[in-house]
């Protein structure tokens, strides 16, 4: 399984950044694919993720009507369009699988960090 993300960086409050995962191996047939992120000091936790045989999404109670996960089927991309940026969005994000997107974690790749200053 490899799952490469990428697209991080410093951003202002209120702010967008696009996140990108490429993924490939085993990754490309996952049964359910999405975001991570784990701030300083805090716990792993699933931002956002994307059942692959419908297409029906989940999202983090903290972060519905600002993020929004898609997926490139012919590329092997998802991506994780984040606006309305707030600081405690400040975090590690990884792109990861799981067996379904309401269940456990099956595998992450390298993750991107993401900044948000005040």
């Known amino acids: 399984v490899q799952l490469q993300a990428s697209g991080g960086g410093l951003v202002h409050s209120g702010g967008s950044l696009r996140l990108s995962c490429v993924a490939s191996?085993?990754?490309?047939?996952?049964?359910?694919i999405g975001w991570i992120r784990q701030a300083p000091g805090k716990a792993r936790k699933q931002v956002s993720c994307?059942?692959?045989?419908?297409?029906?999404?989940n999202y983090e109670e903290s972060v519905k009507g600002r993020f929004t996960i898609s997926r490139d089927n012919a590329k092997n991309m998802v991506y994780l369009q984040m606006n309305s940026l707030k600081v405690e969005d400040t975090a590690v994000y990884y792109c990861?699988?799981?067996?379904?997107?309401?269940?456990?974690?099956?595998?992450w790749g390298q993750g991107t960090l993401v900044t948000v200053s005040s």
């Open positions: 990861a699988t799981f067996y379904y997107c309401s269940g456990p974690l099956e595998s």
């Open positions: 191996g085993s990754a490309k047939d996952a049964f359910a």
């Open positions: 994307m059942n692959t045989s419908d297409g029906s999404t």
